[in-house]
């Protein structure tokens, strides 16, 4: 009987203490991304979506606290979600209007991660879910996978160098189901010549890719408002 009593007061000790180490984990990556108030930066943008003609792309790309971003590239489109890659995350965490789980562990890229669960308290929050896979030892986010009400699942895969300081990436890949996932208002889709009109239906089952490889970065030297209108 003792045994038992035992065991049963170890695991809510246990839960209790899981629930106060990922809020600290939480806490370090968000000051972590405190550190970034703004900045300009330069990559490359692939997109491997099989429907759509995207030829790799120089981008700019510019953000400013709380939630303004910009991407800018020549021609084409962008299939990106809504404030961004990297950034998007702060939209979840800046809040602290959230209730998170701890979900165990897991290696992503020969990286021990801590797994975390992020469901967001306000209802009309377009995020339903976020899984985050933080690497403790660095404080940075490895991989994130969004649940969203508008543009169903999608998965960031985040590497970091030189940046890593601001929990900034230097490569970062986005990906999605088609079928889910809304474009932009007003994109027209540029079809693969190869692709019949009557295929699209079922080439929209497959996933999308879109991957940023970043140059440079100019961080906490000013965006001028202008350039988010």
Known sequence: MKKIFFILFLI???LFTNAQDVIALIDKVKAKLDKVNDYTATGILKTDVVFI???????????KKPNRFRLVKNGGI???????ISIGMT?????????ALYAGDAVVN???????????????NNIVLSTLYIDEKDVLIIKAVTTTKE??????????????DYGLPDKV?????????????????????????SDTDKLKNKKGKVEIVYSSYNINKGVDDAVFK
């Open 78 to 84: 962008s299939v990106l979600p809504k404030g961004g």
């Open 91 to 99: 939209n979840v965490i800046g809040t602290n209007n959230f209730t």
């Open 12 to 14: 809510p000790f246990s």
């Open 173 to 197: 890949q986005f990906s999605f189901n088609a079928k889910d996932y809304k474009l932009p208002k007003g994109i027209t889709l540029d079809f693969d010549e190869s692709t019949k009109p």
């Open 110 to 124: 020969n990286i021990k991660t801590k797994v975390v669960k992020l469901l967001p308290n306000d209802e009309d």
């Open 151 to 164: 543009n169903g699942t999608y998965e960031l895969t985040m590497n970091y160098s030189k940046y890593a």
């Open 53 to 63: 003609k995207a030829p790799v792309s120089k981008v700019v790309i510019y953000y």
